[in-house]
């Protein structure tokens, strides 16, 4: 799958680019500022450990990022063939799904398996 960073990183750069669609007056549809602020202090703080088995662990870390990766193509397939409306609609939800994903899935693994976290990647509370 063609893309240019892990969908840990599009994740972060999706919920950036919805800050700057908020200020710039189109409100963002499920969360707010403070949302987006405190989601990692939030998950860490509720995550139990969703998978124990360690190999088991990495195949679901390697899907949730191919997921990332997929959406992260889709978002490139879009901005190539629709309007700048089009565009900044899909990218605001794509980014709330990658930010779902990266929420309730990855960071569970990461926090009970943070050896999972790609090379390279920082996610705060865990490898930073």
């Known amino acids: 799958m063609a893309s240019n960073y892990f ?3 599009a994740a972060a750069r999706a919920l950036a680019a919805a800050r700057n669609i908020h200020r710039d ?3 963002p549809t499920s969360f707010n500022q403070a949302q987006l602020n405190n989601a990692a202090t939030r998950t860490l703080a509720r995550s139990g450990n969703m998978i124990e088995d360690r190999d088991l662990a990495l195949e679901v870390s390697n899907r949730m990022l191919k997921i990332n990766a997929s ?6 397939f879009v ?9 900044e609609r899909f990218k605001m939800a794509m980014g709330e799904v ?6 309730e899935a990855l960071i569970p693994i990461y926090k009970k398996h943070p050896d ?5 990647q920082r996610v705060s509370g865990i490898n930073d």
Do not use: R, T, W
């Open 7 to 9: 969908g840990v990183q």
């Open 25 to 27: 007056g189109i409100a």
């Open 71 to 76: 959406i992260d193509d889709s978002i490139i």
């Open 79 to 87: 901005q190539q063939h629709c309007s700048v409306e089009e565009i």
């Open 98 to 103: 990658m930010y779902k994903v990266f929420e």
């Open 116 to 120: 999972l976290v790609p090379k390279g």
